[in-house]
């Protein structure tokens, strides 16, 4: 009868050690609370990783990798990991997003985090649905930043320009979206 | 009567006989030469066949000249054919030569995707001549000049305003030539390789500051993002026929000084 007691005691307390050793590691892991995900994200977001807890001022992570390649910055803002695009993101696309080493200032740790989400429809105007364009010595192109390229090939390229200048206007983009390539020149 | 027969027999075996021998001077493909003589310029002459099958052990880098690394060159060219039907005018003569942009390019250790880019910027996919015979951008065409290249003294060149320009056999063979006697830069990538590559132009920025500078009037950024995004589109619609080490953006934190 007393080997029993003993018995059912060391059971309870090692289901006791095991619970506690259970709740202090959650309690000590970090977690991603929020990431972008599902369908439907907009191609100008910006794409945020929110943890569980305050990331570490010096090392808050090691690497981010986003799939397909984008350009822009990475910002940590408190419990965050920000990923501001440059220019749009290509519509109806799928990414991934893998956040390696992410550290919390309390020293809790994640090794890899994948966050896998896809870019919903870019939302053209008539014009851009138009394009390209090809006009006389020019050419109109919506690039997938979302700025239009110009492409002039002949003289008098600034009539060129001009006349394209026109079309964009009068297609409503705006000129901090155009970019204008005068390829008249000699190449070697 | 059977001499009359015999003659007829004989008659016929010589004009058989005629025609047999001539078979080869009926097939023969005319040159370049010989179709701009007769005043025939548009055309693409297919003068030997295209194919391209397995794989490339390129770089691994598909936003660089040199050649990415392709599991299936196949597929690859199929992307780019995809990729000019959905981008490129119509009436381009680059269309369905996605084969020769591969085979051209795998042949110079180049990236093809590069010498699309610049077709697109250069000339939109050699369309831009326009319908004036006195300009630039008309000769150039008429010379299945897509690049603007200019030529040295000893190339095949034409003058327009006091400088030569290239002038190549074919649409095709400006992408993909076999043609020995052309010296060592017989199309584009071969050009690319010699000129670019091989003096450490690797990057779309560093092609771009020597192929088109700001100081020749050129918006070098400009030409960079459009090159970029003929890259994008091609490495999307290839898929797995191409393994691109820089198709995602890695980025590591700068470490911060000072206390916490």
Known sequence: ???????????????????????????????????????????????????SNELDSQSPYQRFILRPQAEGAVQVKGDSIE?????????????????????????????????????????????????????????????????????????????????????????????????????????? | MSHIKQFLLGALSLFGLLIFSAQPALARTLSPGELRKMGVYFVTPTNFSTSVEGSADGSGACYELALPKANDL?????????????????????????????????????????????????????????????????????????????????????????????????????INSIEPGRGDTPDQPALMRAVYLDQGKLTIGQYIGKYAPGTDGNDESAYGRSMKDTISKIVALAGDALSCTDAETVITPTPRTGPR
């Open chain 1, 1 to 51: 009868m007393k080997t029993k007691k003993i018995i059912i005691i060391n059971a309870v307390l090692v289901v006791a050690v095991i619970v506690s050793l259970v709740i202090n590691s959650a309690a000590n892991s970090l977690r991603v609370v929020s990431s972008p995900n599902g369908s439907g994200v907009s191609p100008t977001a910006i794409l945020k990783i929110a943890f």
């Open chain 1, 83 to 188: 990923f501001r695009p440059l220019f749009r993101l290509v519509g109806n696309t799928d990414y991934k997003i893998i956040v390696e080493g992410v550290r919390s200032a309390s020293g809790k740790y994640i090794e890899r985090s994948a966050h896998s989400f896809k870019t919903g429809s870019l939302k053209l105007s008539s014009f851009e649905q138009s394009l390209p364009i090809s006009g006389d010595g020019f050419s109109i192109e919506l690039l997938e930043t979302g700025h239009v390229s110009v492409l002039i090939f002949s003289s008098p390229t600034g009539e060129k320009e001009a006349a394209a200048r026109k079309i964009l206007s009068d297609g409503g983009v705006a000129d901090e979206r155009i970019t204008v390539e005068k390829t008249s020149s000699s190449r070697y």
């Open chain 2, 74 to 174: 196949a597929a690859f060219a199929n992307a780019i054919d995809t990729y000019l039907t959905a981008n490129a005018p119509a009436g381009s003569p680059f269309q369905g030569l996605g084969a020769d942009f591969v085979q051209g390019a795998v042949r110079r250790d180049i990236n093809p995707m590069f010498v699309i880019g610049n077709l697109r910027v250069e000339s939109n996919y050699g369309t831009a001549g326009g319908t004036d015979p006195a300009t630039l951008q008309y000769k150039l065409q008429e010379n299945f000049n897509a690049f603007g290249r200019t030529a040295g003294s000893s190339q095949s060149k034409f003058t327009h305003n006091g400088r030569d320009w290239y002038v190549y056999p074919s649409w095709k063979e400006s």
